[in-house]
């Protein structure tokens, strides 16, 4: 178990190694030049461009450059601009071009809402989701099963950011039903944290519930076919445990399968949701950026996401091996 | 993890003691034959008082064809202590009549009716909930695959400590002491550490003794064993068998054995039942279906059989395949594939279904044959070519 762990780490590590040198290169091939970037269009001297340039130590090679980004990351680093010197903490990302903000404040400030949106969907698909799907590989072919199956197809077939888009116009503000999106840190207001995320929550959740209850349906169906299923039930158990214990055990391999794989794809789908609900997320902030050829930023917000995609594929590699004893041997 | 235990090896000497009867056995199967012949018009071919009894069982579901009559008006009985044989070839309802006796057809799409009697309790009919408390408890089911009959995710011990907790009200610890003591009696050596393990840390020998130890946590009174050896390799199946032998006489209970292979069936069973296309069509003592058959499809079960004599003949197979249970040919099921049919007067065996009949007229052996001359037909023709 512990070597599993081991090598999943290390394979892990070097994802983001890898993703780092690759948004690095991004610096060089961007059809932009910083410090032009930087100097603005107007008033912008030669000499003013060349001071910039050598604060920001483009000038020099860009191996040392790669170099003094990834210790500054571990060790931080002091940037000079026009005889003030500006301390840039552990884990420097650098500064924002146009707000003068370190980086990695505004990634803090960003994370903990993108995080929230993807938790409460990832509870919300793997709870209701898998529940629907496992009740309908139960009632196979029944009525419930049938209407579950076609309404899956149905909203799979409408592009999510209309729903999004549908919902937040109508059921937030026309028809002020549900509460308007809104951010609160949960460790300033649970209550409010709660209030101003439900209304996406549900959006993104039971958009996709569909799909993992259309996934938990397909893999129970599987199982529930299973001869230790049978052996289960002649075992004398409850329909009750045959199911949630013994069925659903296996039916979950797949799904969680999947799951590693949305989780990648709900962060980047939660620029969406936080652009229709007005989320100050690392969605919202990439768009800016990208707005403003925003660099730092950019890199920082690819680097931040590469590592959270790379933690939770470590974290659904665990609970692989939790659930099925035979993938700690290979 | 998986490197499979040393102690595996001892499969080969546990329970090597069943090779030949003992002589106490003998005197456990039941009354002589001749107190056998005095108790004739029973229904079971022992004469016991039966722990099993299975009247008209009929089982139907319907399919995409049409509906589907698995078995049709099955009727045997099994006392405490013995085994009976369910011999039949794939398809011919020998599963599907022993999972009707666990209930576990789905009820929705199942149709079952006749008679199932545990110990005198009707099981037809029983609702979910209660037909829960007898599975697994009163009666168990050994499965043919352990590989995939076994849950391939929880540990064995957890396996057997779950089948004793459902019928019995006791702390994890006692289920635990229980489960270990049933690993040690079915010879799976080093419980303890066995315990702890998976499935596919099991041989396949290992996991169809754990398999049995499941079944008989609860000290069934009657033990299903569907093709128990199946699926296991020639040398660990005579070791199974000798288990359950060895097994069913420390615990009496009923064992009803479903197989194909004549040689286990000579091996375990006192009584056997032949079954094709979901009929009984011969029904009586080992001794009598085996030594004395009276219906060509038992003969052409026991033709089909190598014999080591007989090395370098050919196989005798039954010729042609099983009828589908969507359209049973008219008259005797067999009739197709029969060799004897035109030594039948008139177009009987054609039109018109055999009774299951006395083969002498009276007593416990019976069959489903128009043909008079059963028994010279027998001894005549087909008892030389068995060698």
Known sequence: ?330 | MSTPAPEDRKDTMVGTAAGEPAPDAAAKRGPSIATREKRQGTLNPSGETPYLVVEDLTVKFPTADGVVSAVNGLSYSVPLGRTLAIVGESGSGKSVSSMAVMGLHDRKRTKITGSIRLGGDEIVGLPENELMKVRGDAVAMVFQDPQSSLHPLYTVGNQITEAYRVHHKVSKDVAKKRALEMLDLVGIPNPIRRFKQYPHEFSGGMRQRAMIAMGLVNDPKLVIADEPTTALDVTVQAQILDLLNNLQKEFGSAIVLITHDLGVVAEMADDVLVMYAGRCVEYGTAEDVLARPRMPYTWGLLESIPTVSAANERLQPIKGLPPSLLSLPSGCSFNPRCPYKERVKGERCTTELPELLPVDGAGAHTSRCHLHDKASIYEAEVAPRLG
């Not at chain 1, 503000?173 to 709660?194: A, D, H, V």
């Not at chain 1, 209304?199 to 259309?214: D, E, F, S």
């Not at chain 1, 936080?274 to 902030?285: A, H, S, V």
């Open chain 1, 1 to 330: 178990m512990l070597y599993f762990v081991a090598r999943r780490l290390v394979s892990a590590l070097s994802v983001v190694l890898v993703t780092l040198i690759a948004t690095f290169a991004l610096f060089f091939v961007a059809p932009t030049d910083p410090a032009a970037a930087i100097c603005g269009e107007r008033n912008c001297t030669m000499e003013r461009y060349n001071e910039i340039k050598a604060n920001l130590h483009l000038d020099r090679p860009k191996v040392q450059q790669f170099a003094e980004y990834t210790a500054g990351i571990f060790v931080g680093r002091t940037f000079e601009t026009s005889g003030v010197k500006q301390e840039c903490t552990v884990p420097c990302l650098g500064f924002s071009f146009k707000s003068d903000r370190p980086v990695t404040e505004m990634l803090k400030t960003r994370l903990p809402v993108t995080v929230s949106l993807v938790a409460g969907y990832a509870v919300l698909v793997l709870t209701i989701g898998v529940f629907v799907g496992s009740m309908a590989a139960k009632r196979r072919g029944t009525l419930g099963d049938r209407a579950l199956m076609s309404s899956t197809l149905i909203m799979s077939s409408v592009p999510y950011y209309i729903v999004a888009l549908m919902i937040s116009l109508y059921l937030t503000i026309l028809y002020p039903i549900l509460p308007r999106g809104s951010y609160t840190p949960i460790s300033e207001n649970p209550g409010k944290w709660f209030a101003g995320l439900i209304t996406p929550w549900l959006v993104i959740g039971i958009y996709n519930c569909t799909q993992y209850a259309r996934y938990s349906r397909g893999s129970m169906v599987e199982t529930l076919s299973e001869d230790y299923i049978r052996t289960a039930r002649a075992k004398g158990l409850s329909d009750r445990s045959v199911t949630y214990k013994h069925a659903l055990r296996s039916g979950l391999i797949p799904v969680i399968t999947i799951f590693g794989l949305d989780i990648a794809a709900s962060l980047s789908g939660a620029i969406f949701t936080e652009r229709i609900f007005d989320l100050p997320g690392l969605g919202n902030l990439v768009l800016q950026s990208l707005e403003t050829y925003d660099l730092p930023v950019i890199m920082g917000t690819v680097l931040i996401a590469s590592v959270v995609l790379v933690a939770m594929n470590f974290l659904v590699d665990v609970m692989y091996s939790l659930i099925d004893p035979r993938v700690r041997l290979s």
